[in-house]
T-cell receptor, first 113, second 115 residues
Framework: NAGVTQTPKFQVLKTGQSMTLQCAQD?????MYWYRQDPGMGLRLIYY???????DKGEVPNGYNVSRLNKREFSLRLESAAPSQTSVYFC????????????FGEGSRLTVL | DQQVKQNSPSLSVQEGRISILNCDYT??????FLWYKKYPAEGPTFLIS?????DKNEDGRFTVFLNKSAKHLSLHIVPSQPGDSAVYFC??????????????FGKGTRLHILP
């Protein structure tokens, strides 16, 4: 049981380049999330998807786009990367919020030069 | 505007003693709360949760207390063990009342268990 899988685990980009972070879960979860973690800032919600076909902005959505491709996959796209987007990105999923456990992937470390 | 606040960036506790981590929230619509533990270079892992209809939830060494009137929750770890050294995140959602699936995290508290 793989849980939540994120790719790539590491990426270095130049300012202005684009890239997509992929996330897939095999637990038949309804809701999926993208967070970024920065020193002293905790985990900040970028976008989330409560169900297949729906997406909503979180706390820090600017500079990002998302796609809930199907129930399993939720991708995060940086169209024109900026140094401020250097961070560790985590994807997470949960079947239903009051079931308790939000499962996280191992993280993707992105550096924008 | 921070909706979930963990005001102590770090905490040091002697092994075997009680660790108490605190969390405050500002949004009265929050009705479900979670605690997560994170080791370096790993994703956060779930510890314990509590619904707003309860004021306490216990799971082994971990107990979460919720004080709705004060908009405050705390995580107690008894007894503290060396493996408990990690960053602890508090999180909240408004799913039950508001059907909002957004889950908001605090900034985290780094717990050091001293030998």
């Amino acid at each position: 049981n793989a849980g939540v899988t994120q790719t790539p685990k590491f990426q270095v980009l130049k300012t202005g380049q684009s890239m997509t972070l992929q996330c897939a879960q095999d637990m038949n979860h309804n809701s999926m999330y993208w967070y970024r973690q920065d020193p002293g800032m905790g985990l900040r919600l970028i976008y989330y998807s409560a169900s297949e076909g729906t997406t909503d902005k979180g706390e820090v959505p600017n500079g990002y786009n998302v796609s809930r491709l199907n129930k399993r996959e939720f991708s995060l796209r940086l169209e024109s990367a900026a140094p401020s987007q250097t961070s560790v990105y985590f994807c997470a999923s949960i079947f239903q919020i009051n079931t308790g456990e939000l499962f996280f992937g191992e993280g993707s470390r992105l550096t924008v030069l | 505007d921070q909706q979930v606040k963990q005001n102590s960036p770090s905490l040091s506790v002697q092994e075997g003693r009680i660790s108490i981590l605190n969390c405050d929230y500002t949004n009265s619509m929050f009705d479900y709360f979670l605690w997560y533990k994170k080791y370096p270079a790993e994703g956060p892992t779930f510890l314990i949760s509590i619904s707003s209809i309860k004021d306490k939830n216990e799971d082994g060494r971990f107990t979460v207390f919720l004080n709705k009137s004060a908009k405050h929750l705390s995580l107690h770890i008894v007894p503290s063990q060396p493996g408990d050294s990690a960053v602890y995140f508090c999180a909240a959602s408004a799913e039950l009342m508001n059907r909002d699936d957004k889950i908001i995290f605090g900034k985290g508290t780094r717990l050091h268990i001293l030998p």
